[in-house]
């Protein structure tokens, strides 16, 4: 996933022009608070979303999850990686001791399994200080603080540490790339008794989903899961019925992912 486009890289040519000029100019938290006139419409269509969705995922496995303001909207209406919420939802059945999260962005994964996994220790990796406070905030408004541990970027060392032996622990790794050495068992031996959900990444770095499938196709049994196309159909209707007759673009563009080409997932559990 990456950051939906600025909605100036689509503007008008003479907009996209002085864009730079203006990034130059003023900082991202005088930008922010600018923002409601720079893009009304824009500003409008994520306020009705937010206030139709409480401040709260609206479907899917994590409905109910709160999250901080300003969420990436696929986040919000519950449709984010659709193609996983069946392996969401059977994973969420299992008893689980840890739970792991590497990659964990705003913590979208991290609180939601948090609250579907009653009792599970929860560890986030992630790189960005800016990231892990949003972490943090997400965490404490859904009451999952007392079971957290946030942890900065990951690699084989600290991942080998919290992981242990693996045994009952769920892991879910979402690094761009980095997944090729977070699945070394020889460097992490830990692995071999845990189940993973990686997000493969040749996208970013050719062969990725290869040597993930080369480091644990002996020891686990693979579940492949590609990414589909979004469409309308994906904007979850009841939310807002009025916004899908007004604005259908805008809703289109609000369920896109953002991704640089195919993807897959892995599912990864211990033979
Ligand atoms: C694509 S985002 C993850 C999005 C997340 N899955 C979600 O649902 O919102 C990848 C994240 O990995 C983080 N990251 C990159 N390298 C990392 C590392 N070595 N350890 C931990 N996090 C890392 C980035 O800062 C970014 O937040």
Redesign the pocket.
């Known amino acids: ?2 950051d939906a486009p600025d909605p100036a890289s689509q503007a008008p040519t003479l907009r996209g022009t002085l864009r730079p000029l203006y990034r130059a100019l003023l900082g991202e938290g005088m930008r922010a608070r600018l923002r409601p006139l720079t893009y009304p419409a824009d500003t409008a269509f994520r306020a009705a979303l937010w206030r139709g969705a409480q401040g709260a995922v609206a479907a899917g496995p994590f409905t109910g999850l709160k999250l901080a303001p300003r969420p ?1 909207l696929p ?1 919000l209406l519950g449709t ?2 659709r193609e996983l919420h069946p392996t969401i939802d059977a994973l969420c059945t299992r008893k689980w001791k840890r739970v792991i ?9 991290i609180a939601g399994l948090g609250r579907r996994i009653p009792g599970a220790e929860l560890i986030v ?4 200080a800016e ?1 892990r406070a949003v972490i943090a905030a997400t965490m404490t408004r859904n009451g999952l603080q007392d079971r957290m541990t946030i ?5 084989q060392s600290n991942f080998a540490a919290a992981l242990g032996d693996g045994e009952d622990t769920l892991v ?1 790794i ?3 790339g ?1 997944e090729i050495e977070l699945t070394d068992l020889t460097r992490i031996p830990g692995l071999r008794r845990a189940t993973l959900l990686v ?1 493969t990444h040749d996208v970013i770095r050719p062969g990725c989903r290869d040597a993930v499938v080369a480091h644990l196709g002996a020891t686990h049994a693979v579940n492949a899961i590609p990414t589909q196309a979004r469409t309308l159909a994906d904007f979850p209707r009841e939310l807002s019925p009025w916004l899908m007759r007004l604005a259908p673009s805008r809703c289109v563009e609000a369920v896109q992912e953002w991704r640089g080409g195919p993807q897959e997932w892995l599912l990864l559990e211990p033979r």
């Not at 990796?125 to 960005?128: A, D, P, V």
């Open positions: 996933m990456t990436f986040h984010y990686e999260n590497i990659g964990g962005g705003n913590g979208f994964y990796f992630e790189l960005t990231a942890l900065g970027a990951a690699d879910v979402d690094v761009e980095l997000e």
